[in-house]
Antibody, heavy 122, light 106 residues
Framework: EVQLVESGGGLVQPGGSLRLSCVASGFTFSDYAMSWVRQAPGKGPEWVSAISGTGAYTSYVDSVKGRFTISRDSSKNTLFLQMRSLRAEDTALYYC???????????????WGHGTLVIVSS | DIQMTQSPSSLSASVGDRVAITCRASQSISRSLNWYQQKPGKAPKLLIYAASSLLSGVPSRFSGSGSGTDFTLTINSLQPDDFATYYCQQSSAGPTFGGGTKVEIK
């Protein structure tokens, strides 16, 4: 069974940093591109970042460019999102999601993890 | 950014009804349109990708159509398990999601 389990969320002050992790199991991790998608309370999802299966290619939504860094460690089947200079508008439930087809360029996602909550507040 | 507009934002329907949810893109996205179902407290689940391709395991009462800027998700014979919020998402460039359509029990 494919499983994605996120961790690392929490309460952080504006300007602070957090590192999210997503441990994958049930599939060959390096064969699949992965994305982070966030969802603010009561809002629709927002794609944040994607990374190719090898890690060679990455992309970001404009609002996080220069602040967030996506990476992966295939030896640990783990996806990361390093978040810096956090703002109140980054408050959301952060999901990791597998690219359904495996391709970095096919930006539709399934499955998703259960999410980890990030709250940016003083 | 490509903006995605869903309508209606909510609807009430009965078990057995046929339901249609529309999604409009701010510019042509060919057939790069995907549909998700989300239940309260759960992550979204992919139902349909590339406008009309049904994910394996998704009931055949779900169908998708459209191309260019206008798309439709249709649920034939609504079942109790289908009451949820549905989102469209474009994957043409810098993926973006619609605002959602909540399907409630009448």
């Amino acid at each position: 069974e494919v499983q994605l389990v996120e961790s690392g969320g929490g309460l952080v002050q504006p300007g602070g940093s957090l590192r999210l992790s997503c441990v994958a199991s049930g599939f060959t991790f390096s064969d699949y591109a992965m994305s982070w998608v966030r969802q603010a309370p009561g809002k629709g999802p927002e794609w944040v970042s994607a990374i190719s299966g090898t890690g060679a290619y990455t992309s970001y939504v404009d609002s996080v460019k220069g602040r967030f860094t996506i990476s992966r460690d295939s030896s640990k089947n783990t996806l990361f999102l390093q978040m810096r200079s956090l703002r109140a508008e980054d408050t959301a439930l952060y999901y990791c999601a597998r690219h359904y087809s495996g391709s970095y360029y096919d930006l539709w996602f399934d499955p998703w993890g259960h999410g980890t909550l990030v709250i940016v507040s003083s | 950014d490509i903006q995605m507009t869903q309508s209606p934002s909510s609807l009430s329907a009965s078990v057995g009804d046929r339901v249609a949810i529309t999604c409009r893109a701010s510019q042509s996205i060919s057939r790069s349109l995907n549909w998700y179902q989300q239940k309260p407290g759960k992550a979204p689940k992919l139902l349909i990708y590339a406008a009309s391709s049904l994910l394996s395991g998704v009931p055949s009462r779900f169908s998708g159509s459209g191309s260019g800027t206008d798309f439709t998700l249709t649920i034939n014979s609504l079942q109790p398990d289908d009451f949820a919020t549905y989102y469209c998402q474009q994957s043409s460039a810098g993926p973006t999601f619609g605002g959602g359509t909540k399907v409630e029990i009448k």
